[in-house]
């Protein structure tokens, strides 16, 4: 189940389109007002302009995203029980597994990568004051995927 660079795009695509202020470090300029008092709101839009172009740069982050995003199910509501943020790093896991088994496949990749991914595949999320949205994944196949990433010794 890979995920080719055109359709990580076509995600991407969808996910900014859903959430304009994607950036960096997830949803929105963690620190908009002191880049909006400090420099203006020119500065603000050239920030954003910057860090969308750093996720055009990133496809193919968002396609291991995607990778691993496809196994999960959805749920008719939001589960609040993890982040973007934390589960970025199940997707890292589950990578270096797939490394260790001799795959060349990256070991890092950004919250923005994961949010862009989700979104992009059509899943439903919750701004939390935070750059690390919530989204309907059901828990039950979030710990089934965790147990794709662990490691498995013969």
């Not at 969308?52 to 959805?74: F, S």
């Not at 939001?78 to 795959?103: F, M």
Request: charged share 25%; proline share 4%.
């Amino acid at each position: 189940m890979l995920t080719s660079q055109d359709e990580a795009a076509k995600l991407l695509a969808t996910a900014l389109q859903a959430i304009p202020t994607l950036t960096d470090h997830g949803i929105g300029i963690y620190d908009r007002a002191t880049i909006r008092r400090e420099q203006g709101r020119a500065a603000v839009e050239e920030k954003l302009a910057e860090w969308r172009e750093k996720l055009r740069r990133g496809l193919n982050q968002i396609a291991v995203c995607a990778d691993w995003i496809k196994h999960l199910t959805p749920t008719k509501t939001i589960n609040p029980r993890h982040s973007s943020y934390g589960l970025k790093h199940c997707v890292e896991v589950w990578c270096r597994t797939r490394a260790d088994q001799g795959e060349d496949v990256l070991t890092y990749v950004t919250n923005r990568a994961f949010i862009a991914a989700a979104v992009g595949l059509g899943f439903r999320f919750k701004y939390r004051e935070t750059p690390n949205p919530a989204f309907n994944f059901s828990e039950k196949s979030l710990k089934a995927t965790a147990q794709l990433a662990a490691p498995t010794f013969a």
